[in-house]
């Protein structure tokens, strides 16, 4: 009986079958990281097996049961669960980083190579080249264009201070324009408004995963003869249908496209990474010698360039985690549909939309509510063990180390109101049904307690 549980338990979240004979048959309980979380789960199961008739007897709802059970669980509810997600693949984890330590080839190994390649296959983009981080390869992107100090990109004002950082680091300026209240994406008519003699480059930012309009981002470029580099740290694997008739992943539409690896991101790895992507052969050689001192052969240094390298190790994880990325969307896809169904049509609520030209990754699931709510709401989640996050609660032109470019407040109504209405809730891949369950029905409580 117990066992049946057990099974359906596991089942229930996520675990294959074999895994769970594994859990029975070798004993793993004991012998790992995660039987600590097992453990509490066992707890669990035994807790709602000797209770759970008599709360009924009681007269409690099940779903009351089920929610009161799940406090005594020890899986807590993460904004993202990287412990659960590595338990799942934890064998080829190991046996990949094992193989690099092995190897002792830690920088430059073979499995940056072989990953790079990969993505490359992954993304249909003709060159990747990966580097330390994403923020990194933003600035060996801008670098890579040979632009004159005090060039104007123009970027999104709504997102991760990354963007705007690397273009004030090379002396060049930071061109702030808004976004659309329902993508949270750049608007393309600011972009054009905000082009000057001195715009070089448009910096499109595909947020919380879902892509930017780069038709019309494209064309503006062709219009206006500008680079376009997109920032797709938060958008792997969204694909956007152009107007020509075809697909395309996130990343690999303008000149130059970059990416992040930092662990939460969709594409994690276990420390930090990044790539940068293009179709041109001579930009890409340019970027790789940027990225590895601004050589091509040894101690030859033809351009000024950093170091900027992906971690052996961390390309190895990358590799791996590489065939789990469709899967991984998919499941924040799952997620996000739970929480779609509980939330629309609530007066209060309002979900993320998606864009038909774009599927979503949801990197974040991010809602937004009522200003006056929004901080107390988080509050009140976090009080009930729900993490919940602010992405992003200062505008770019309102954050006091930009202050020196004299941004005009009335440029951005929209994004400053998303920094006082939005709110992104838990979103992972190991989300299971019973934490959305408890999440969904917190969130709501909390509406029906203040109104
Ligand atoms: C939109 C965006 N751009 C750039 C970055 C920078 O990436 P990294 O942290 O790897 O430097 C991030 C990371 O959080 C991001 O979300």
């Given at each position: ?184 994406n750049?608007?393309p ?15 499109p930012?595909h947020?919380?995963?879902?892509t930017a309009n780069m038709d019309e981002i494209m064309e503006?470029s ?6 376009v580099?997109e ?9 956007y249908?152009s107007n020509?008739?075809?697909?395309y992943?996130s990343?690999t539409m303008g ?102 030209k774009s ?93």
């Amino acid at each position: 009986m117990l066992k049946t549980q057990f099974l359906s338990y596991f089942t229930h979240w996520g675990y294959s079958k074999t895994q769970i004979f594994e859990l029975n048959d070798n004993d793993i309980l004991c012998d790992n990281t995660s039987s600590y979380i097992f453990g509490m789960q066992f707890f669990y199961i035994l807790f709602f097996n000797l209770f759970n008739e008599r709360l009924k007897a009681f007269g409690k709802s099940e779903k009351k049961i089920a929610i009161f059970a799940f406090l005594f669980s020890m899986k807590k509810i993460q904004m993202v669960d990287l412990g659960s997600q590595y338990q799942r693949i934890q064998n080829e984890i190991d046996e990949a980083v094992i193989e690099v330590i092995r190897s002792s080839a830690f920088i430059n190994g073979p499995a940056v190579k072989r990953f790079s390649e990969k993505l490359s296959q992954f993304l249909k983009v003709k060159h990747v080249i990966p580097c330390a981080n994403g923020t990194d390869a933003l600035q060996i992107a801008l670098m890579a264009l040979d632009l004159e100090p005090g060039s104007e990109v123009i970027t999104s004002d709504f997102t991760f201070i990354s963007t705007a950082e690397v273009i004030a680091l090379l002396n060049l300026k930071p061109v702030l324009v808004d976004v659309l209240p329902d993508t949270f994406n750049i608007d393309p008519q600011a972009i054009r408004k905000a082009i000057t003699p001195k715009t070089k480059v448009i910096i499109p930012v595909h947020l919380y995963g879902q892509t930017a309009n780069m038709d019309e981002i494209m064309e503006i470029s062709k219009e206006f003869n500008l680079f376009v580099i997109e920032d797709a740290a938060q958008s792997i694997g969204s694909q956007y249908f152009s107007n020509d008739g075809y697909t395309y992943y996130s990343g690999t539409m303008g000149h130059i496209g970059c990416t992040s690896f930092f662990p939460s991101k969709n594409l994690g790895a276990y420390g930090d990474g990044g790539a940068i992507f293009t179709n041109n052969d001579v930009l890409a050689e340019k970027l790789s010698m940027i990225a590895n001192h601004g050589m091509k052969v040894r101690y030859y240094h033809d351009v000024i360039g950093v170091n900027s390298r992906l971690d052996t190790i961390q390309a190895a994880i990358l590799e791996v985690k590489l065939k789990y990325l469709n899967e991984y969307n998919e499941r924040r896809n799952q997620a996000a549909q739970f929480y779609d169904k509980k939330f629309t049509n609530h007066p209060q609520i309002i979900i993320p939309c998606r864009d038909p030209k774009s599927t979503h990754v949801f990197h974040q699931y991010t809602i937004k509510v009522p200003a006056e709510h929004r901080n107390s709401l988080q509050k009140y989640l976090n009080e009930k063990e729900i993490p919940a996050m602010l992405y992003y609660p200062v505008p770019f032109h309102r954050q006091n180390a930009y202050q020196c470019y004299g941004y005009q407040e009335e440029n951005f109504p929209v994004s400053n109101h998303l920094a006082e209405v939005v709110l992104s809730l838990p979103m992972h891949s190991e989300l299971s049904e019973d934490q959305l369950e408890y999440i969904t029905e917190t969130l709501l409580e909390y509406f029906k307690i203040k109104s």
